[in-house]
C-alpha cells in the first residue's frame, strides 16, 4: 500500500491536568486527574489521520525518542494504530515531555522538555523519504528538531523533486531565530501556524499583514489559526476569514494538529495523486478543506488529551450542524 502522508516531527508523551478551577498555589495541594497520552506533531497528525479515515499504511510517523519506557510508549502507542513508523532511538537525551496545566476558560500553560527531538536526523528523514515517496510531506514543529532544521531547505528540495506536496507546521524555534525557516518559504506549499507565531516570524503586528507576509514570503497558502475567533487563509491573491465552530471546549492541546490532519484528509479526498502538480484549489474547494480542518480541530477540544475526541464520524456530525453557518460567514480580507 502506497503511503500517502509521511509526517515528520516532535514525539512527546503529555502529562495533562484539564479542566481545572484553578492552579495551586505555592505550597497547596489540588486533586485532580492526570492522563499520560502520546503527544507531538507528528505523532497527533499521524493519528488523527487514522482516526479520521486513512487506513494505517497510508500514513507514516517519523521521529525521535529516547531509549526509555516513554520512548516505548510512544512507540507502542503509534503501532496501535497500524501506521507506519520510523522511530530514531537515541540513548543522547530522554523522550520528550509535556506537563500541561489547563484551567478552565484559560490557555494552556506548557512545562516542555525538548528531549529526544533534538537528534532527528535529516540523512534519516531523506531515506524515508526516498523510500516512501509520499503524496504529502508534512512537516510538524519544525524549530525544535536540531540537525533536521538546519537541513530543512534540503529535505524540502528532495521532497519537491519527488514530488511531493510540502505542508509545514512550526513553533518558536528552540535555542535559534526563524531564519532557517523563512529561506526555505519558497519551497513550502501550505503553511500553518497560529497568530503569535505569524507575528514572530514576519514581524508584522497585524495579523492581515503577518498573513499576506508570510505569502510575500514564498509559501503558496498561509493558513493562521486563531482558536476560537477562527482562521485566516492566504491563497491565489486573496484572504479569507473563516469563524470557528462552537464546541464545549474541555482541552485545546492539540487542536492546531487536528486542523492539519482534517485539512489533509480533506484535501486527499479532492484532490488525490493529482496534488503532485501543485494545490490548484478553486474557491469552493479552498473553503470546504478549511471547513473540515476546523470542525477536526474543534472536535479534538472536547475532550483532554491531543487526539482523544478526533472522529470521522464526529467531525461530518459537527460539520452537518453547524458547516453551513460557519461557511456563510466567510469573508474576504480587504488587502
Excluded at 94 to 99: A, E, G, V, Y
Amino acid at each position: 500500500m502506497p503511503v500517502n502522508v509521511t509526517c515528520v516531527g516532535i514525539m512527546v508523551v503529555d502529562f495533562i491536568a484539564a479542566d481545572l478551577q484553578k492552579v495551586s498555589s505555592p505550597g497547596e495541594v489540588t486533586f485532580t486527574p492526570v492522563g499520560m497520552y502520546i503527544g507531538g506533531h507528528a505523532a497527533n497528525v499521524s493519528i488523527d489521520l487514522v482516526k479520521l479515515g486513512l487506513k494505517g499504511g497510508e500514513v507514516s510517523s517519523v521521529g525521535a525518542v529516547g531509549e526509555d519506557l516513554l520512548g516505548d510508549f510512544v512507540e507502542r502507542s503509534l503501532n496501535s494504530f497500524g501506521m507506519v513508523t520510523h522511530l530514531i532511538r537515541t540513548s543522547k537525551a530522554d523522550t520528550s515531555k509535556d506537563l500541561i496545566l489547563v484551567v478552565r476558560g484559560e490557555d494552556r500553560r506548557f512545562h516542555f522538555d525538548v528531549g529526544a527531538n533534538l537528534y532527528l536526523e535529516p540523512e534519516f528523514v531523506k531515506g524515508v523519504l526516498k523510500s516512501e515517496r509520499p503524496t504529502i510531506l508534512y512537516g510538524g514543529a519544525v524549530g525544535l528538531l536540531g540537525q533536521f532544521d538546519e537541513k530543512l531547505l534540503e529535505v524540502l528540495k528532495m521532497a519537491k523533486e519527488l514530488g511531493c506536496l510540502t505542508f509545514l507546521d512550526p513553533i518558536r524555534p528552540y535555542s535559534k531565530g526563524w531564519d532557517f525557516l523563512v529561506g526555505a518559504a519558497p519551497l513550502i506549499d501550505i503553511f500553518h501556524c497560529n497568530n503569535l507565531e505569524a507575528s514572530e516570524i514576519t514581524g508584522k503586528k497585524e495579523l492581515r499583514d503577518a498573513v499576506k507576509e508570510l505569502v510575500n514570503l514564498g509559501v503558496k497558502m498561509a493558513v493562521v489559526s486563531m482558536g476560537d475567533k477562527g482562521l485566516l487563509a492566504a491563497y491565489e491573491g486573496e484572504i479569507y476569514s473563516m469563524p470557528a465552530f462552537k464546541v464545549d471546549a474541555i482541552d485545546p492541546t492539540g487542536a492546531g494538529d487536528a486542523f492539519c490532519a482534517g485539512f489533509i484528509k480533506k484535501l486527499l479526498d479532492l484532490k488525490g495523486k493529482t496534488l503532485s502538480e501543485g494545490i490548484k484549489l478553486d474557491e469552493n474547494q479552498l473553503l470546504e478543506v478549511l471547513a473540515y480542518g476546523e470542525a477536526a480541530g474543534a472536535v479534538c477540544v472536547t475532550a483532554p488529551g491531543t487526539t482523544t475526541a478526533v472522529d470521522k464520524v464526529r467531525v461530518e456530525e459537527l460539520l452537518k450542524e453547524q458547516g453551513e453557518k460557519v461557511l456563510s460567514k466567510v469573508e474576504k480580507v480587504k488587502k
